[in-house]
């Protein structure tokens, strides 16, 4: 494998995992649903793990990996009010779980960084 496919490969991983993670325990992606977004909690969290199972699939592809980058670029921005709630909600929380929450905003930075330079590497 070439060195330059490993970060593409490695970014389907995760994407994938997590897709993954959304039907095999949903609820902790449930409590990151904003309670204002129209329709169940689950669907929504279904639908985000729909949305990373094909962006993963469309980044590991050669052909649509352009695409599938920015496509989880985009993810990373639009679950970042998640992360901000998840954030917020963890205000009673013990100390080690309000840190994860957190610190867990910063990191969506270079998220966003890693799938720009792997739609950009394409």
Request: glycine share 8%.
């Amino acid at each position: 494998m070439a060195t330059s496919q490993r970060p593409a490969h490695f970014l389907a991983g995760v994407l994938g995992t997590m897709g993954v993670l959304h039907f095999a325990v949903p609820k902790p992606f449930d409590r990151l649903i904003p309670a204002s977004l129209p329709g169940s909690r689950r669907a929504w969290t279904y639908g985000s793990g729909v949305a990373e199972l094909t962006i993963a699939a469309a980044v590991a592809a050669p052909r649509t990996r352009r695409l599938g980058g920015l496509a989880a670029a985009l993810l990373f921005l639009g679950v970042f009010p998640g992360n901000v709630k998840m954030a917020v909600d963890a205000r009673q929380a013990p100390a080690p779980r309000r840190a994860m929450a957190w610190a867990r905003l910063p990191l969506q930075w270079p998220l966003i960084a890693w799938a720009l330079k792997v739609r950009d590497n394409a």
